[in-house]
């Protein structure tokens, strides 16, 4: 008997609710990830076409768990990982290039998150609140650091470097965890192929293992870093000058061997690369107890004012690597993309650029904050041209932060407005053309009914539209990034560029201080939304939604970032729809949305005997919409056909060109703002007519649902397709049947 074997997309859907059916068992996997069918001692347990039905819950890896809502703080390391994924499909030597900046990138990432805690806990509270008396006034928490053991200042930066201590020590023991947990998933590497097609593309262990212990060297050793700034420079003792070569070293050896194949191949690494990792993480942790021991030596008296020495520059100068490691990868990508790539090929630093943004806004949003409430005042800073007073805030450069936040936003609201509101007007025009040809005569019969629809097509559309929309919000915000990076190196303060007590003065004042309140709005929103993960389906949803579209692809660039649920869920895939082609009679892998992702991704990964026995059917499939224009190295022309060639027998022949596979059927619906046609030749795409009717139904009192990206297995559509693709493994010369209101759509 063949078997469907569903898989779902984002958001953990129930297995109830794939595949219709109240009571189900697991027959194989586990609470994580499991198959589930239906119970044979209460009846319907076959589906369309007389196949067994067979449902893949995979969603307990992601949205199914609150805890994973943590997840939301390291945003910025997806987004760093997701860049080296979003490259475009050029020659090896632009390909070494683009992998080797995005890993520095992504390195300096780690040394961001570090530097953010080192702000909050040793510059805010050991440096200057301690050495304030009204910042500790009425605080015996904070107290101890201004008397016996911890008076010294120096004393009072060890303490408070266990802060960030302790912060990389957590990211190093959820890697560890995540590691062995997703990564760790046995997989067959035998075979051969390219791409999403080779037998370890899902098989990151290895690399992922090299990877963080790089990322936990460097973090250590931007700690030691600025610890080491300020103590050396005071003392200039010889022990001193040795660890800060020491660290040195080490930070030297971290940033170029994340860029070394040798190091960093996924398959074929160096014998010596995975001793060499490791023994830079433990050389790394060994180095940071010498000196924190170092740095609570007696000294002299030493009296702390103003910001924490060498630190601002610290995090001026990062973010000024940081920018120039994007405008030198977008200046790569422009010059060896392939003509026509979407968006020119810069998707990549689109996505990092952004996760930059991100880092910088949550940690200025919750050091203004930290600020705010250790200072006991209610503006966040520079209104006050004074210089008398004596405030504890963060470093001026984050000021430009919140100044460019603040822009980021008014460029968005301009686009959207001059561009955003045109388009869909535009959209509109387009969808009452769709509207009227699929139902003819409808609006002379009811005007609104017939706008509802053509609200319905022309949103969906919007999603062809929103990274060229996005990419005039980020080029203007990119160029003043660089602008404000020059004055931020050069000392200038967004306040000093206008006249004192000018009017321009007090406007940018009042941006600064609005910016700041802005990004620790959005920081906190962050920490409140995964809050509410632990307590509400609806935002463990939302969250797991985020989840699923950013962590598809392995950890090949910040091995820190949250895991990748593929590298267990397709070799586990793989191996059962093997199975069940094998042994079983024959399966039919049925996916929605991101499930077509993840099912076109098994078939490639089937030996050529399961091949032979396995039909695809894939709704709602964001794969040529989305997948083949933001990862058109690994999802392209040439993959797609492949999907489908690999579904036909030897003997049936491979279809050529204006033919169609009869083992891979692809749905979709204008109304989707997901999924559309995949338009390959090797797949035969069927446009669903959405809403199924126009007019109220005789004996019901509403209208026809508007189904859009959902729904599609409920469609008779739907039973049809599958009950042929039943019959065409049964019969390989076999056209599958399609559905009265589904036309046929040539492939392009």
């Given at each position: 008997?063949?078997?469907?074997l569903r898989v779902h997309g984002v958001t953990g859907t129930p297995a109830e609710?794939?595949?219709?059916?109240?009571?189900?068992?697991?027959?194989?996997?586990?609470?994580?990830?499991?198959?589930?069918?239906?119970?044979?001692?209460?009846?319907?347990?076959?589906?369309?076409?007389?196949?067994?039905?067979?449902?893949?819950?995979?969603?307990?890896?992601?949205?199914?768990?609150?805890?994973?809502?943590?997840?939301?703080?390291?945003?910025?390391?997806?987004?760093?990982?997701?860049?080296?994924?979003?490259?475009?499909?050029?020659?090896?030597?632009?390909?070494?290039?683009?992998?080797?900046?995005?890993?520095?990138?992504?390195?300096?990432?780690?040394?961001?998150?570090?530097?953010?805690?080192?702000?909050?806990?040793?510059?805010?509270?050991?440096?200057?609140?301690?050495?304030?008396?009204?910042?500790?006034?009425?605080?015996?928490?904070?107290?101890?650091?201004?008397?016996?053991?911890?008076?010294?200042?120096?004393?009072?930066?060890?303490?408070?470097?266990?802060?960030?201590?302790?912060?990389?020590?957590?990211?190093?023991?959820?890697?560890?965890?995540?590691?062995?947990?997703?990564?760790?998933?046995?997989?067959?590497t035998d075979g051969d192929g390219d791409g999403l097609a080779h037998p370890c593309?899902?098989?990151?262990?290895?690399?992922?293992?090299?990877?963080?212990?790089?990322?936990?060297?460097?973090?250590?050793?931007?700690?030691?870093?600025?610890?080491?700034?300020?103590?050396?420079?005071?003392?200039?003792?010889?022990?001193?000058?040795?660890?800060?070569?020491?660290?040195?070293?080490?930070?030297?050896?971290?940033?170029?061997?994340?860029?070394?194949?040798?190091?960093?191949?996924?398959?074929?690494?160096?014998?010596?690369?995975?001793?060499?990792?490791?023994?830079?993480?433990?050389?790394?942790?060994?180095?940071?107890?010498?000196?924190?021991?170092?740095?609570?030596?007696?000294?002299?008296?030493?009296?702390?004012?103003?910001?924490?020495?060498?630190?601002?520059?610290?995090?001026?100068?990062?973010?000024?690597?940081?920018?120039?490691?994007?405008?030198?990868?977008?200046?790569?990508?422009?010059?060896?993309?392939?003509?026509?790539?979407?968006?020119?090929?810069?998707?990549?630093?689109?996505?990092?650029?952004?996760?930059?943004?991100?880092?910088?806004?949550?940690?200025?949003?919750?050091?203004?904050?930290?600020?705010?409430?250790?200072?006991?005042?209610?503006?966040?800073?520079?209104?006050?041209?004074?210089?008398?007073?004596?405030?504890?805030?963060?470093?001026?450069?984050?000021?430009?932060?919140?100044?460019?936040?603040?822009?980021?936003?008014?460029?968005?609201?301009?686009?959207?407005?001059?561009?955003?509101?045109?388009?869909?007007?535009?959209?509109?025009?387009?969808?009452?053309?769709?509207?009227?040809?699929?139902?003819?005569?409808?609006?002379?019969?009811?005007?609104?009914?017939?706008?509802?629809?053509?609200?319905?097509?022309?949103?969906?559309?919007?999603?062809?539209?929103?990274?060229?929309?996005?990419?005039?919000?980020?080029?203007?915000?990119?160029?003043?990034?660089?602008?404000?990076?020059?004055?931020?190196?050069?000392?200038?303060?967004?306040?000093?560029?206008?006249?004192?007590?000018?009017?321009?003065?007090?406007?940018?004042?009042?941006?600064?201080?609005?910016?700041?309140?802005?990004?620790?709005?959005?920081?906190?929103?962050?920490?409140?939304?995964?809050?509410?993960?632990?307590?509400?389906?609806?935002?463990?949803?939302?969250?797991?939604?985020?989840?699923?579209?950013?962590?598809?692809?392995?950890?090949?660039?910040?091995?820190?970032?949250?895991?990748?649920?593929?590298?267990?869920?397709?070799?586990?895939?793989?191996?059962?729809?093997?199975?069940?082609?094998?042994?079983?009679?024959?399966?039919?892998?049925?996916?929605?949305?991101?499930?077509?992702?993840?099912?076109?991704?098994?078939?490639?990964?089937?030996?050529?005997?399961?091949?032979?026995?396995?039909?695809?059917?894939?709704?709602?499939?964001?794969?040529?919409?989305?997948?083949?224009?933001?990862?058109?190295?690994?999802?392209?022309?040439?993959?797609?056909?492949?999907?489908?060639?690999?579904?036909?027998?030897?003997?049936?022949?491979?279809?050529?060109?204006?033919?169609?596979?009869?083992?891979?059927?692809?749905?979709?619906?204008?109304?989707?703002?997901?999924?559309?046609?995949?338009?390959?030749?090797?797949?035969?795409?069927?446009?669903?007519?959405?809403?199924?009717?126009?007019?109220?139904?005789?004996?019901?009192?509403?209208?026809?649902?508007?189904?859009?990206?959902?729904?599609?297995?409920?469609?008779?559509?739907?039973?049809?397709?599958?009950?042929?693709?039943?019959?065409?493994?049964?019969?390989?010369?076999?056209?599958?049947?399609?559905?009265?209101?589904?036309?046929?759509?040539?492939?392009?």
């Amino acid at each position: 008997m063949v078997t469907e074997l569903r898989v779902h997309g984002v958001t953990g859907t129930p297995a109830e609710d794939i595949l219709d059916r109240p009571l189900l068992r697991r027959v194989a996997g586990d609470t994580d990830a499991g198959f589930f069918r239906p119970r044979a001692e209460y009846g319907a347990v076959t589906g369309p076409g007389g196949v067994a039905l067979e449902a893949y819950r995979w969603g307990n890896l992601t949205a199914g768990a609150a805890a994973r809502a943590l997840w939301l703080l390291l945003l910025p390391f997806m987004f760093a990982n997701v860049a080296i994924w979003l490259r475009p499909d050029v020659g090896a030597g632009a390909r070494t290039v683009i992998r080797a900046l995005t890993r520095v990138f992504a390195l300096t990432m780690t040394a961001s998150f570090v530097l953010s805690f080192v702000e909050i806990s040793m510059d805010l509270v050991g440096w200057q609140c301690a050495a304030l008396p009204r910042c500790l006034q009425d605080r015996s928490y904070l107290s101890v650091l201004a008397d016996g053991t911890f008076a010294t200042t120096s004393r009072r930066l060890a303490v408070t470097a266990l802060v960030p201590v302790l912060a990389i020590a957590f990211l190093w023991f959820l890697g560890r965890r995540t590691w062995a947990r997703y990564e760790g998933f046995p997989i067959n590497t035998d075979g051969d192929g390219d791409g999403l097609a080779h037998p370890c593309f899902w098989n990151g262990r290895p690399l992922v293992g090299r990877l963080r212990s790089l990322h936990i060297a460097v973090a250590f050793g931007t700690l030691d870093a600025v610890l080491l700034g300020v103590l050396v420079p005071h003392d200039r003792h010889p022990a001193g000058y040795v660890l800060a070569a020491g660290t040195a070293l080490i930070l030297l050896l971290g940033f170029v061997a994340v860029t070394l194949r040798a190091v960093v191949h996924r398959d074929a690494p160096a014998s010596w690369a995975k001793p060499l990792t490791r023994w830079l993480s433990h050389a790394a942790v060994g180095l940071t107890g010498l000196v924190l021991a170092y740095a609570c030596l007696p000294r002299d008296g030493w009296t702390a004012t103003g910001h924490m020495p060498v630190f601002s520059g610290t995090i001026t100068v990062l973010f000024a690597v940081q920018v120039l490691l994007m405008l030198v990868l977008g200046a790569v990508v422009l010059a060896t993309r392939p003509r026509g790539t979407f968006l020119q090929g810069l998707a990549g630093p689109l996505i990092a650029s952004t996760g930059l943004g991100v880092a910088v806004a949550f940690a200025a949003g919750m050091a203004y904050r930290v600020a705010d409430f250790l200072d006991r005042r209610s503006a966040p800073s520079t209104a006050d041209y004074g210089e008398a007073r004596q405030l504890i805030e963060p470093p001026p450069a984050y000021e430009w932060a919140a100044a460019g936040f603040v822009l980021l936003l008014v460029l968005a609201a301009l686009v959207g407005l001059s561009m955003g509101l045109p388009l869909v007007r535009r959209l509109r025009r387009y969808a009452r053309v769709v509207t009227d040809a699929d139902f003819r005569g409808g609006r002379q019969r009811d005007e609104r009914r017939a706008g509802q629809i053509d609200t319905a097509v022309a949103d969906a559309l919007v999603t062809d539209h929103v990274g060229r929309l996005l990419v005039w919000v980020f080029v203007p915000a990119a160029a003043a990034a660089v602008v404000a990076t020059g004055f931020a190196l050069l000392g200038q303060r967004p306040i000093r560029l206008a006249a004192s007590g000018s009017a321009a003065a007090e406007v940018m004042a009042a941006v600064v201080n609005l910016g700041t309140y802005l990004i620790g709005l959005s920081a906190f929103a962050l920490v409140f939304i995964g809050i509410l993960a632990y307590r509400y389906q609806r935002f463990r949803r939302i969250v797991g939604v985020l989840w699923d579209l950013g962590t598809f692809w392995p950890r090949a660039a910040h091995p820190l970032a949250p895991p990748c649920y593929a590298e267990r869920v397709v070799p586990e895939l793989a191996r059962r729809a093997g199975w069940l082609a094998a042994e079983q009679g024959g399966v039919i892998l049925s996916g929605h949305s991101q499930g077509t992702v993840l099912a076109a991704a098994t078939v490639l990964q089937l030996p050529p005997q399961a091949q032979a026995r396995t039909a695809l059917l894939t709704y709602g499939s964001p794969l040529r919409r989305l997948y083949a224009r933001f990862f058109p190295a690994y999802v392209n022309d040439a993959v797609l056909q492949r999907i489908g060639a690999v579904l036909t027998r030897p003997e049936d022949g491979v279809p050529g060109a204006g033919q169609h596979s009869p083992r891979w059927v692809n749905l979709w619906r204008d109304t989707d703002p997901i999924g559309g046609p995949v338009q390959s030749p090797t797949a035969r795409d069927v446009r669903l007519v959405d809403p199924p009717g126009f007019d109220i139904a005789p004996g019901d009192t509403v209208f026809p649902k508007v189904d859009g990206h959902s729904g599609y297995q409920l469609r008779p559509a739907f039973g049809a397709t599958v009950a042929g693709l039943v019959q065409v493994l049964s019969d390989s010369s076999a056209e599958p049947p399609t559905a009265s209101n589904a036309p046929a759509v040539p492939a392009t």
